[in-house]
C-alpha cells in the first residue's frame, strides 16, 4: 500500500468506512465529536499522517444516505470533490476503497467522475513539472464490472480531448488545425477522416457555410468523420458547430462577449470526442460526424446585414444578423449528412445562443426534438451522462418569425424564443429526416470550478451522444 501516497476512503451518514475495515473507525468518531464529519453527500475531510511508513493522506468522502447512491449527480459530485482534494494535496497516486455497498452502476459513475476530475488545462503555464504531473487513480473494488469500469475510464478520456480543444486559444486551434486533430484522432481511435478544402466545399455548394467565414484569413474545413460498425444498418449522423472563434462579424460582439469565443466550436469537439469514444468501444452502429470549421471575422470580404446568400439545400436566406453565424453553417452540414451521407437521423450540437442561457441557465442543454423515438434516446442518454437537458416545443408560431420578405427566410427570428427559432431555422433543412438539435451556449464551458469539472471547457456533449448511439444500436 505504502505506493500510494493517499487513501480515497468513501464514508456513508452512519460513517462506515468502505471495505469495511474498521481501519479508520477511531478516526471517524473524533471527526464526528468533533463535528468536523457528518458523512454527507459531497462532505470532504482530509488528514494527514506523518512517519516513514505511513500514509501522507487519507481522505474521507461523505455519499450520504442510501436514497442519494442511485443518484448519479451525488455520486458523481462526491467522488469528483475527493479526487479534487486529492490535486489540492498534491497526490501522485491514489488508491480508492470501494465495496458493494454502491451498485455496479454507481460505482462505474463515481469512477468516472474521478478521471473527469483530475483533469487540468496547464499546458501553457510555466513551472514546476510537477505542479503538471498526471493524478494516477487505482481502484480496489470486489464487484467484477471491468468492462463497466472500461467504459466509464473511455468517456472520462473521451471528454477531456474535447475540453483540450475548448480550452485552446483560436490561434492555435484553426479550422485547418481542427481537421488536423480530427485526422490524428481517427488513426488513434479507428474511424476515417476526410477533410475537405475551400475549393472542395465550393464545389459542394456550400454557400451559407462559406459567407460566414469569408471574412477570415484561415480557410475554412469541412469535417467528416465516418465510423461503420453495424454494415447495412442506418446511419445517424452527428453534426457539431464549429466556430473557431467568432467576433460576431459587423454584427460586432461587445468586446467583454469576445474573449471566450474560442470556445464556440464546443459542439464539434463534443462529436470528435463522441466518435472516437463510439469507435474505441466499438459499438454496433455506422456513424458520420461533420463539423463545418471556420472562423467569423471582419474584413472587406466578410458578409453583411442584408446580404442574401444561397445554401446547399437551395434555400435562400436574408442576413439579418451576422452573429446568428452558427446556424448558417449548420444548415449545410446537416444537408450534407443527409442528402449526401444518406443519414436516417440527424442531431446536431451547437454554441448557438445566448438566449438558452437567459431560458435554462449556464447548467442546462436546451433541446428541440422532431421525432420521439430519437428524443427518448437522447433523454435516456442524457441521464446516463449525468448530463442536465431540457426539451423545449417546436413552436411554429415562432417559426414564423424566419420568414423573410424578400428570400427563403432571415437567420433570426425576432427577440422572442430565440433558442426555439435559432433551432427551427435549422429544422427548415431537415425536411421529414428525424433531427435533434442541442444547444450548449451555457454548459460548454464553465467559469466556476466544479466538483468535476476545473474552470473552462467541460465537455459536454460527449457522453450524451455516446450513449445516444448505444441506445439507438441496441
Request: net charge negative.
Amino acid at each position: 500500500m505504502n505506493q500510494f501516497d493517499t487513501h480515497l476512503i468513501y464514508v456513508d451518514e452512519e460513517l462506515t468506512p468502505s471495505m469495511s475495515t474498521g481501519e479508520y473507525k477511531d478516526y471517524l468518531d473524533g471527526l464526528k465529536a468533533e463535528k468536523l464529519f457528518s458523512g454527507k453527500a459531497g462532505e470532504v475531510y482530509a488528514l494527514r499522517f506523518t512517519g516513514r511508513d505511513a500514509l501522507k493522506n487519507v481522505i474521507f468522502v461523505g455519499i450520504g444516505k442510501e436514497d442519494d447512491w442511485a443518484c448519479g449527480e451525488k455520486i458523481s459530485n462526491a467522488f469528483g470533490s475527493g479526487i479534487g482534494k486529492a490535486r489540492a494535496l498534491k497526490a501522485g497516486r491514489v488508491l480508492v476503497l470501494m465495496d458493494d455497498r454502491l451498485s455496479a452502476e454507481s460505482t462505474a459513475k463515481a469512477i468516472e467522475a474521478m478521471h473527469l476530475a483530475k483533469y487540468s488545462f496547464k499546458k501553457y503555464k510555466t513551472g514546476k513539472d510537477e505542479d503538471k504531473k498526471d493524478l494516477t487513480i487505482s481502484i480496489s473494488s470486489p464487484l467484477e464490472i471491468k468492462e463497466m469500469v472500461e467504459e466509464a475510464v473511455l468517456l472520462a478520456d473521451q471528454t477531456c480531448v474535447a475540453r483540450d480543444l475548448v480550452n485552446e486559444p483560436a490561434n492555435v486551434i484553426t479550422p485547418a488545425a481542427l481537421g488536423d486533430f480530427a485526422q490524428r484522432e481517427g488513426a488513434r481511435c479507428g474511424f476515417k477522416v476526410e477533410v475537405y478544402d475551400m475549393a472542395a466545399i465550393e464545389a459542394l455548394g456550400m454557400e451559407a457555410f462559406l459567407a460566414v467565414g469569408k471574412g477570415s484569413g484561415q480557410e475554412p474545413r469541412l469535417i467528416v468523420m465516418s465510423y461503420e460498425g453495424n454494415p447495412g444498418g442506418e446511419t445517424i449522423a452527428l453534426v457539431g458547430k464549429g466556430l473557431t472563434y467568432d467576433s460576431g462579424g459587423y454584427s460586432l460582439k461587445p468586446s467583454a462577449g469576445m474573449a471566450n469565443m474560442k470556445t464556440d466550436m464546443g459542439g464539434g469537439a463534443a462529436v470528435i470526442g463522441a466518435v472516437g469514444a463510439i469507435a474505441k468501444a466499438g459499438l454496433k452502429a455506422n456513424v458520420v460526424g461533420i463539423i463545418a470549421a471556420c472562423e467569423n471575422l471582419i474584413s472587406g470580404h466578410s458578409y453583411k446585414p442584408g446580404d442574401i446568400i444561397g445554401s446547399m439545400g437551395g434555400k435562400y436566406i436574408e442576413v439579418d444578423n451576422t452573429d446568428a453565424e452558427g446556424r448558417l453553417t449548420l444548415i449545410d452540414a446537416v444537408t450534407y449528412a443527409i442528402n449526401v451521407k444518406q443519414a436516417d437521423k440527424v442531431i446536431d450540437i451547437a454554441t448557438l445562443t445566448g438566449a438558452a442561457i437567459i431560458a435554462l441557465g449556464t447548467g442546462i442543454t436546451a433541446a428541440l426534438c422532431n421525432n420521439e423515438e430519437l428524443w427518448e434516446a437522447i433523454d435516456k442518454a442524457a441521464c446516463a451522462a449525468t448530463e442536465k437537458i431540457w426539451r423545449m416545443p417546436c413552436d411554429e408560431e415562432l417559426g414564423k418569425g424566419l420568414k423573410s420578405e424578400i428570400a427563403d427566410l432571415k437567420n433570426t427570428g425576432g427577440r422572442s424564443g430565440g433558442m426555439i427559432t435559432g433551432g427551427l431555422f435549422v429544422g427548415e433543412f431537415v425536411g421529414n429526416t428525424p433531427w435533434a438539435h442541442l444547444d450548449i451556449a451555457g454548459p460548454s464551458f464553465t467559469e466556476k470550478a466544479k466538483p468535476t469539472c476545473c474552470i473552462g471547457g467541460t465537455g459536454v456533449g460527449v457522453r450524451t451522444l455516446y450513449h445516444t448511439v448505444k441506445n439507438l444500436s441496441q
